[in-house]
Every structure is written in structure tokens, then in C-alpha cells.
């Protein structure tokens, strides 16, 4: 359940005819934007994107029908942020796999209408909650703007007087017709890290296609994707600003089965492209220094 008065929210932040502040699933505040050009939702749970569709084309993210809507928990589908570490935490593997952000209630800064674009800010900071895992002083700041393209803009500034180390990653899921029938252009040449194959490093050969369980991160790339979906006839191109890794992930079948929130088959219609800056390729501010990691979604 939400901790905030949606109604307040609402009255303080929505706009008209453009953009509402209401509850969602399990009770959850959501923001709902509705223009001639997009629709979109973003939850202050987790600043959790769960929908872009361009009027017209279909929804661009995957949400499972399994989803749990609950604190605690992580949507299962949509844009998943990943922050301060990505995967299971190194020295505690008691610690919540991709951090402790995307469970968190995050206050609705603002909502802005720029001509057809639609701009929701989003902050969370550390205090005591998240002193037990990250000892440092932060402050995120996320900016998602629905328009005819999406951008999603992860501002990391450290609030602190000590040096911090940071992994981030928009852990976006995207709604494809058949994953075994779509092929992701844009990583030919690029070094990879299989978790499939105990983290070995491979060399990408060509495009890449889900044939099994999939879960690569490919390394010093700050390429553009483009996500060919025969089925769904269309294509979904991400490109990125300031980000050094891309997760690719499909469960396949096996896993899936192990996945209460992700329903029977449902892994065929899912396919992550996480742009991302994990592993060696992890962040340090000074203190007082900021980073900015964007992703942009558009379709083709
Ligand atoms: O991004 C790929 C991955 O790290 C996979 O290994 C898998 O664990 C996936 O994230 C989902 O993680 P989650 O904690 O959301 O179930």
C-alpha cells in the first residue's frame, strides 16, 4: 500500500487531461500519463516505469500477469532500477539481488508538460533504511519523459564527504511476440560475460538470438540496440548516454519455472536490455560530484 495521500499528490501534482496521481495495483501510487502521442505509468514504488505505448503501437514493456505489487517486493516487469550494486550484493548475499532502490517508495518531485512530452521526476536518498547496506550518502534523481520517444535519465550525486562506489542498471523489460523469434542488432564484435556459462568471457558473433537461457553482459560498449521483433512487427532501438555495460536476459523456460511472478510461458514475451554500469565497469564519485546515465526508447 502506498505510504503517501495519493489525493494530495494529486491535487498538488497532476495535470488535467495529461498526467494523474491515483493508486495502481495493490494500492500502489502510480502516475498515468495520457497525451495525443503516448500513454505511460510510473510507480513511486521502486520509480518503477510499467508502461510506454505509443498511441497506435503496442506497449513497449512486459509486466507479468504474476507481478507482486507489494512492498518489499520488485514489479516483475517494466524498468527495474538496479542501485548500488547490480545482482547479488558481492559480501552479503543476504542482501536484496539489484539493491535496495527498486523496493523503496520514492517521492514524486514533479510532473511537467513541454508541448506532447510529459517529464515525472522522481528522488530517493540514503537515511538509516539504506545505511545497513551502503554506507554512504546519496541522493537519486530520475526523470522519465513520455513522449514519442522515451527517455529515462538516472541522476547519482553523492551527498557525502567520502568517496562512494556505485553499480546502476535500468533493468528494462521489454514486451516482444516471441523471444525465440526476435534478434537484438547493435553488439557484433562486442566481449561478453556469460552467467549462463559461470561468467566466462565470449565474443559476441553477429546478432544476438535467444536459443536458451540468455544472461550477458557485455562490456565497454556504449552502443545503440535495435530489438527486431518479426511477430510484433516492429522494432524497438535503445540507444545510451554514459553507460558502459548492456544486460541482456531471457530466463527460457527452466528458469522461468522457479519464477512465482513471472506466469507459465510468459518468458516468451519478455526480453530485458539493460543499459547499465556494472562489474569492472562500476562508478566512483567524489563527494559532492554527480552522474548521469540516460537511456532512450524509441520504435522504428
Ligand atoms: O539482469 C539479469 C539478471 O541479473 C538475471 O541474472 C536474473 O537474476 C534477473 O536479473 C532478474 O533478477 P530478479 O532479482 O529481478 O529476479
Known amino acids: 500500500m502506498a505510504t503517501v495521500d495519493i489525493a ?4 498538488r501534482l497532476g495535470i488535467p487531461g495529461v498526467a494523474r496521481v491515483l493508486a495502481g495495483n495493490g494500492g500502489l501510487a502510480k502516475v498515468q500519463i495520457a497525451t495525443p ?13 510499467t508502461s510506454w505505448k505509443p498511441v497506435g503501437k503496442e506497449e513497449v514493456f512486459f509486466v507479468s500477469a504474476n507481478s507482486l505489487w507489494q512492498d518489499g517486493h520488485a514489479i516483475r516487469g517494466g524498468v527495474p532500477i538496479c542501485f ?14 539489484h539493491g535496495f532502490v527498486r523496493t523503496k517508495e520514492w517521492k514524486l518531485e514533479k510532473i511537467t508538460a513541454n508541448g506532447s512530452d510529459v517529464s515525472v521526476e522522481l528522488s530517493t536518498e540514503s537515511g538509516p533504511d539504506t545505511r545497513q547496506w551502503y554506507a554512504a550518502d546519496f ?4 526523470r522519465v519523459t513520455y513522449g514519442s520517444e522515451l527517455t529515462l535519465e538516472l541522476t547519482m550525486s553523492n551527498a557525502g564527504r567520502e568517496a562512494l562506489r556505485f553499480e546502476e542498471a535500468l533493468h528494462a523489460y521489454h514486451n516482444v511476440g516471441d523471444a525465440t523469434q526476435a534478434s537484438i542488432a547493435g553488439l557484433d564484435g562486442i566481449h561478453y560475460l556469460d552467467k549462463t556459462d559461470s561468467f566466462r568471457e565470449k565474443t559476441q558473433i553477429g546478432d544476438v538470438h535467444i536459443t536458451a537461457e540468455t544472461d550477458r553482459v557485455y562490456l565497454n560498449t556504449s552502443h545503440s540496440l535495435t530489438l527486431a521483433d518479426p511477430v510484433l512487427q516492429r522494432r524497438i532501438v535503445v540507444t545510451k548516454e554514459n553507460s558502459l555495460t548492456t544486460v541482456v536476459w531471457n ?38 560530484q554527480q552522474h548521469m546515465m540516460k537511456a532512450t526508447v524509441s520504435l522504428a
Request: hydrophobic fraction near 40%.
Open 251 to 288: 530466463p527460457w523456460s527452466e528458469t522461468a519455472l522457479t519464477m512465482s511472478d513471472l506466469g507459465q510461458d510468459q518468458w516468451k514475451k519478455m526480453l530485458c536490455i539493460e543499459t547499465s554500469n556494472v562489474g569492472q565497469f562500476a562508478l566512483e564519485l567524489r563527494p559532492g
Open 139 to 142: 541522493r537519486l534523481v530520475y
Open 37 to 49: 502521442i503516448a500513454a505511460g505509468e510510473v510507480y513511486l514504488h521502486g520509480a518503477h516505469v
Open 8 to 11: 494530495e499528490l494529486e491535487r
Open 84 to 97: 548500488p550494486w547490480f545482482g547479488d550484493k558481492a559480501d552479503d548475499h543476504h542482501a536484496p539481488a
